[in-house]
């Protein structure tokens, strides 16, 4: 694992532990030091943000960072990542 991985993790973690408020305000700073040569683990990273701007009620901003997951992974090949961001989208059309 790569310092930028590594730094996304408690994110995640924070995330699926209900705490999206703290989670929102470390993974982007990992996120913008990770290799963008990387766009699927970026897209990942992105979708994981997103995820925390919805359970945190920030649903524009949530909309926003998918919109950001799409553009940057519009050539990137990743049955994980699709589902991963429908998984997403439907957490805020749910809210």
Request: hydrophobic share 45%; charged share 30%; glycine share 6%.
């Amino acid at each position: 694992m790569s310092r930028e991985e590594i730094d996304v993790m408690p994110d995640r973690c924070l995330i699926e532990l209900g705490d999206p408020v703290t989670a929102a305000a470390l993974p982007t700073a990992a996120i913008d030091r990770h290799d963008h040569a990387h766009a699927r683990e970026v897209a990942l990273y992105r979708t994981w943000l997103a995820e925390s701007y919805v359970r945190d009620g920030e649903l524009e901003a949530a909309r926003v960072a998918l919109a950001e997951v799409r553009a940057g992974s519009f050539d990137v090949n990743s049955t994980g990542l699709e589902r991963r961001m429908g998984e997403v989208e439907l957490l805020a059309q749910g809210r």
